[in-house]
């Protein structure tokens, strides 16, 4: 550490000078920043010492697990060959070219392009200026508008916000901006009523053709959405949706994208989520596991379709100044290489991922105001009810989860609430009996938590 400070000198300073993504910055410099000061497989220490499991892999996104001593040389090596230069003007260099050729053998066939960014948020801004410079190359510039859910995530950029479903994002920079759209979330539990799951499924992708024929096929763009909602809280469509919603796509010739931020790169078991639910994207956006976290990387992947567009249509006048950074772009290939011939990514698929979900349904089925338990591979949550019975979830969506997930800070275990939801997707590389002590101090939180529902007379 290039400094050593106690707690409170940095909890001073961060507060003096630090605005937190996010946050609510008066109220966390009231209460002081939790300090983390180093991290090792699936655990992180913070300033005072206390060894914490984290259930969240940072954000979504550090898939091959803290502290790999050979990422960090490949990108000292490559600091020192060449620390950075740029792929406009006819250049490019060999970390940028080894990853390109690398995701292409990863990626489902089909997908030989990518175009480099720096996160998931600049992947989906990409993405959107794609699609309509793919639709004005086809001679139909008014297809402009882009169809999300309600409750997806697409990052915090003006397109990214826009896109997503968030409305508390909405709310601040006078979003969405125009020419988007948004059509109901598909869940099951809070939408489904009296349907079966499989029903359920047609109809929620029937809501994207009703969007569709309200918009004009001749003015829709693309459809985009997660395989699997992350940040809106693990919401998993019915085997159903997916294929559907490609079917509805194809009929009235509309682009389909799928943004892999959180599920690709082995999240799900697949290398990208929608392999796991069998559909076949135009796009699909990515960035968090591309280098698991390691550096800011993002990359968009482009189908036969749009790529022969884009490469006929000349100038595609967008970029980054570190589009395919080649310290980034060697990282990266050095992280998608480990989860290939490591076995990481076919373990999460037939090892560790059927053992989590097993595990995970056995432990959190038994509390009285958890339902909906749910997963795939190593992205998993659960819902806290009112009433499991009758489906009642709490009033004040929202404050029930910071509650629970506040309790379980507090004994060092990291789990995320969105809503009411309780998710976790930890590192890929977590072991069974790291996952024992994961539920295990989970188990023990809830215990608490549903006590304190009933101390403050909210059951």
Same mark, same amino acid.
């Given at each position: ?18 605005? #937190? ?13 939790? +300090? ?12 005072? =010492? ?11 996104? +550090? ?33 940028? *070219? ?14 030989? #392009? ?6 998931? /948020?600049? /992947? *989906? ?13 086809? =001679? ?62 047609? %109809? ?10 309200? !918009? ?15 940040? =809106? ?55 968090? =596991?591309?280098? /698991? ?8 992947? !482009?189908?036969?379709? !749009? ?10 006048? #967008? ?7 080649? *310290? ?19 373990? +999460? ?23 909906? *338990?749910?997963? @795939?591979?190593?992205? %998993? ?53 790291? @996952? ?24």
């Amino acid at each position: 550490m290039m400094t050593q400070r106690s707690t409170e000198q940095w909890r001073a300073l961060d507060a003096a000078h630090h605005l #937190h993504p996010f946050s609510d910055t008066k109220s966390l410099n009231e209460q002081g920043a939790r +300090v983390i000061t180093h991290a090792d497989g699936v655990y992180l220490w913070d300033s005072e =010492g206390n060894k914490i499991i984290d259930g969240m892999a940072g954000l979504w996104c +550090v898939n091959i697990g803290y502290g790999r001593k050979d990422l960090a040389e490949v990108a000292k090596n490559q600091m020192e060959e060449l620390a950075y230069y740029n792929t406009f003007f006819k250049t490019t260099h060999p970390a940028v *070219v080894e990853l390109s050729t690398l995701l292409a053998e990863v990626a489902p066939d089909g997908f030989e #392009h990518v175009f480099y960014t720096n996160s998931g /948020s600049e /992947s *989906v801004d990409t993405m959107i200026r794609m699609v309509r410079c793919y639709w004005d190359i086809k =001679g139909q510039p008014q297809k402009k508008t882009l169809i999300g859910r309600w409750n997806g995530y697409h990052g915090s950029t003006i397109g990214g916000a826009s896109l997503g479903g968030m409305s508390y994002m909405h709310e601040q920079g006078d979003l969405p901006i125009p020419g988007i759209v948004h059509v109901e979330q598909p869940w099951w539990y809070k939408h489904g009523k009296d349907m079966t799951p499989e029903e359920f499924g047609i %109809q929620a992708a029937r809501w994207v053709e009703d969007k569709i024929l309200e !918009v004009g096929p001749d003015k829709v763009a693309a459809f985009v959405g997660e395989p699997i909602q992350g940040a =809106g809280g693990v919401i998993i469509p019915p085997s159903t949706y997916w294929p559907e919603v490609e079917r509805i796509c194809r009929k009235y010739d509309v682009l389909l994208v799928a943004d892999e931020v959180i599920c690709g790169f082995g999240r799900t078991g697949e290398w990208f989520g929608h392999e796991r639910f069998g559909f076949t994207p135009d796009i699909f956006t990515t960035a968090k =596991g591309l280098s /698991s976290g390691y550096l800011p990387i993002g990359a968009v992947f !482009v189908g036969p379709r !749009v790529a022969e567009g884009l490469i006929a249509g000349g100038d595609f006048n #967008h970029g980054f100044t570190y589009s395919g950074h080649p *310290v980034a772009a060697a990282v990266a290939r050095a992280n998608v290489t480990a989860l290939r011939d490591e076995g990481i990514v076919a373990a +999460v698929k037939e090892d560790i991922g059927p053992y989590m979900q097993k595990r995970w349904r056995e432990v959190f089925s038994q509390f009285e105001h958890v339902d909906d *338990v749910r997963g @795939i591979g190593l992205i %998993q949550a659960f819902t806290l009810v009112k009433n499991k019975a009758t489906r009642e979830l709490f009033p004040n969506w929202g404050e029930i989860g910071t509650l629970c997930r506040d309790i379980f800070f507090k004994h060092n275990l990291i789990m995320r609430a969105c809503g009411d939801h309780i998710v976790a997707a930890p590192p890929l590389v977590i072991s069974k009996d790291e @996952i024992e002590q994961l539920l295990a101090t989970a188990a023990e939180c809830l215990r608490e938590f549903e006590q304190a529902l009933k101390d403050k007379g909210l059951v």
